[in-house]
């Protein structure tokens, strides 16, 4: 079955740097990638997400990137500001057999301000 | 309009006792998923229903574990008895539909404890 792996696990930055988290997945059938957001005591919350027929996606200060003959992908968010930190999760599905998703371990990122 | 609604939001048990959540999904969100989050990891599908069918509950150990979603709305998922292991953040989720992927819409997650 598909497996997620996901780095770093903690991530600290300085307000205004950007950050990137990395994905990797296993199962060549996968083409559906989300980015979710989970913040404490709260539910993941998805921020972005991303299809295999598409290399890149943007929304404003966030952006994924897919290779899909690497297979991985990443987040990437620039002008980082503390409400941006959480844990940040990568996961895989295949968009067509809707809904199972494969979550990575996660990253906690931290912005000081 | 109104989130996915979870109950408890904690609870302590002592092992080989039993537990039940409570999930009320969005209105009108066919598919409804269970999923566990042990500390410090990502979460992990235990049963996906659509409507009140079973899509997927490879994941769920079924020695321990039992759920349903009776009328295709609100679900309990339950653990009897419960272990140690299965100290865990309990998320409901749900989406429109599940014939392709989209956004899940998750509650804020049942916290169990295990003593």
């Known amino acids: 079955g598909e497996n997620v792996e996901q780095h770093p696990s903690t991530l600290s930055v300085q307000e205004g740097d950007s950050a990137v988290i990395k994905c990797t997945y296993s199962?060549?059938?996968?083409?559906?990638f989300p980015w979710y957001k989970q913040e404490l005591g709260k539910g993941p919350q998805l921020i972005i997400d991303?299809?295999?027929?598409?290399g890149e996606k943007k929304d404003q200060r966030i952006a994924v990137t897919l290779n899909k003959t690497a297979k991985h992908f990443s987040l990437h968010i620039t002008e980082t500001q503390p409400e941006d930190s959480a844990v940040y999760f990568c996961?895989?599905?295949?968009?067509?057999?809707?809904?199972?998703?494969?979550f990575g371990q996660g990253t906690e990122l931290s912005v000081k301000p | 309009e109104a989130g996915v609604a979870q109950s408890p939001r904690y609870k302590i048990i002592e092992k080989r006792q039993s537990v039940a959540f409570w999930c009320n999904p969005i209105?009108?969100?066919?598919?409804l998923y269970w999923y566990q989050q042990i500390l410090g990891q990502g979460p992990k599908l235990l049963i996906q229903?659509?409507?009140?069918?079973?899509?997927?509950d490879s994941q769920l150990p079924k020695d321990r574990f039992s759920a349903e979603r009776l009328k295709g709305v609100d679900s309990t998922l339950k653990i009897q008895p419960a272990k140690l292991e299965d100290s865990a953040v309990y998320l409901c989720?749900?989406?429109?539909?599940?014939?392709?992927?989209?956004?899940?819409?998750f509650g804020e997650g049942s916290r169990l404890t295990v003593l």
């Open positions: 989720a749900s989406s429109l539909g599940s014939e392709v992927a989209g956004e899940l819409f």
């Open positions: 199962d060549s059938a996968s083409n559906y």
């Open positions: 991303i299809r295999s027929n598409v």
């Open positions: 996961a895989a599905s295949i968009y067509n057999q809707g809904g199972k998703l494969i």
């Open positions: 209105s009108g969100h066919a598919t």
């Open positions: 229903f659509q409507n009140n069918g079973v899509v997927d």
